[in-house]
Each structure stands twice: as structure tokens, then as C-alpha cells.
């Protein structure tokens, strides 16, 4: 059984709504009667241009964004149907990393505050513990304890996304949706977040929704692929094969636009590409 699964997802947002606020002439149909499955410790990368309904389709399964109809699935349990300490107890295991490390931190609060307000909704712990889990999760995406006491202002671009994944982590999740976690940072940046993701998923088990426009960086993370146009899903497949023997026009499409370089970098163990 997977971990994730997704049957006929569907959102349509009416005139002047949208996942994030804009305005929007008309009806947008923003996903189409999507399905789809992750299976445990494995990612799926979700390709496709902007506006194509990937974060819409990334939130759906998070319950972030209710669907209008479909279902969806976490190991078992129906996450739509789900309610009070049912669905707090899911969400305990399906976290979210942003897209933006710049506004997706409050920056009135502290690191600690940050990280630790999942703890704090959820009712875990006292604040030594929840300090001391702050700690752990810091240290295993590259800061030390120093951060706690800090606020976001004093952080480069690529460290707040290391304190967004410290957050994420710190209710030991099973699942995260990482929503183009490194499309606002520098190549060599984004390629160290990359690597760190590819590390925390062996030493947290971790199940990724890895989204993005980046063919490259999928292809590097993914063991699946899922190619998404105008709300649809239009092609799913192993990595290999998707990349190798696209069927897709689209697909196809993609791949011939993306630069030759970015097939053939290579990552060391720095996360700079070679």
C-alpha cells in the first residue's frame, strides 16, 4: 500500500480567488482529476511550468487547500474525512517546505520560536524539550545551536531555507511536500539544499513531494517523475524512463528546453555542481 494516494483531485477557483490570494478571471481549473501515488521513502518529482496547478495539487494532499471533490490518503487513513485529534494527528506526519526562505519566516520571532511553534500547536513537550528537539533538528541541517536565539534578518538566503526544514522536521514527519524549496536561491546554494534533502530522506526516512520547473534537480532527487500541464497530469513514470523515452509532447518538450548543462552537473559531497 503507498504511503500517499491521491484519486481524481480536482480544485476550480471561481473568479477573484486563487491558492494564494490573486485574482483570477473566471473559472480556473486549477487541477483536473488527478491521481496518484508515493510510496513509503521514495520521491516523486512534480514537473511543469508556473501556474500548471503543481503547489495547488502539493497542498491538496496536505489539506492546506480543500479539493472540490476526490480523495485523498495517508497511509490508510482518509486525510479529507479526517477531523479534530484525527486530523491533528495527521498532520503531525505531513509537513510542508516553502517555496520563499525570505516570507515564509516571521521575522518577529526567533529561530527557536519558529521551529518550535509546531511543537507549541501541538501540544509536545516543555519548552526545555522542545528546545532541546530545536537543537537536534538545527544540527542536522548544518547550524548550530547559536541560531536558536537569532532572528531570520541575520541569515542568508540559504540558511532560512535550512531553519524551513529544521521546522518541517521537527515532528519527525513521514511525509513532506517541498514546493520549489530551491527556485529563489543561487545554483550552488540550491544545489547544498538539495543534497541536505537527499540526505535527511535516508537518515529521517523520509517521503518526498519534491515540486519544481527544474527537470535537472528532479532528475537528480526523484525516483518518480510526474509531469503536470494545465491542471492535468499528462505523463508518470520511473525517472529513467521519463527522461530517456519521454511519451509525452509535452514531456518531450521540457527536456528540449532545459540546458545541457544542467543534465550533466554533477553534485559532490560540498552540493556545488561540477
Do not use: W
Not at 477573484?16 to 501515488?37: C, I, N, P
Not at 518529482?45 to 485523498?72: I, Y
Amino acid at each position: 500500500m503507498p504511503l500517499i494516494e491521491a484519486r481524481r483531485l480536482t480544485k476550480t477557483f471561481a473568479s477573484g480567488q486563487s491558492a494564494f490570494g490573486m485574482r483570477a478571471a473566471g473559472q480556473v481549473h486549477a487541477v483536473k482529476d488527478v491521481s496518484l501515488t508515493i510510496e513509503a521513502g521514495a520521491t516523486l518529482g512534480l514537473v511543469g511550468e508556473s501556474g500548471s496547478g503543481k503547489s495547488t495539487l502539493g497542498r491538496m494532499l496536505l489539506r492546506l487547500v480543500e479539493p472540490d471533490s476526490g480523495e485523498v490518503f495517508f497511509d490508510g487513513h482518509d486525510v479529507l474525512r479526517a477531523g479534530g485529534a484525527d486530523l491533528r494527528r495527521l498532520r503531525r506526519d505531513m509537513q510542508i517546505i516553502f517555496q520563499d526562505p525570505f516570507g515564509s519566516l516571521d521575522p518577529r520571532m526567533t529561530v527557536e520560536q519558529t521551529v518550535c511553534e509546531p511543537m507549541a500547536i501541538h501540544g509536545s513537550e516543555n519548552r526545555k524539550g522542545r528546545r532541546e528537539r530545536a537543537s537536534e533538528v538545527l544540527r542536522a541541517v548544518g547550524l548550530d545551536a547559536s541560531a536558536l536565539g537569532r532572528y531570520p534578518h541575520e541569515f542568508s538566503g540559504g540558511q532560512r531555507q535550512r531553519i524551513g526544514i529544521a521546522r518541517a522536521l521537527l515532528l519527525r514527519p513521514q511525509f513532506i511536500v517541498a514546493d520549489e524549496p530551491v527556485s529563489a536561491l543561487d545554483v550552488s546554494v540550491g544545489a547544498q539544499i538539495v543534497n541536505l534533502m537527499k540526505q535527511l530522506q535516508h537518515e529521517f526516512s523520509l517521503t518526498y513531494l519534491f515540486i519544481s520547473h527544474s527537470m535537472p534537480i528532479v532528475r537528480y532527487l526523484a525516483d518518480r517523475i510526474a509531469v503536470m500541464q494545465r491542471g492535468e497530469l499528462v505523463e508518470v513514470g520511473d525517472t529513467d524512463q521519463i527522461i530517456s523515452a519521454p511519451q509525452h509532447p509535452y514531456t518531450r518538450t521540457l527536456l528540449e528546453t532545459t540546458p545541457e548543462i544542467g543534465f550533466s552537473a554533477r553534485y559532490d559531497e560540498t552540493g556545488i555542481p561540477q
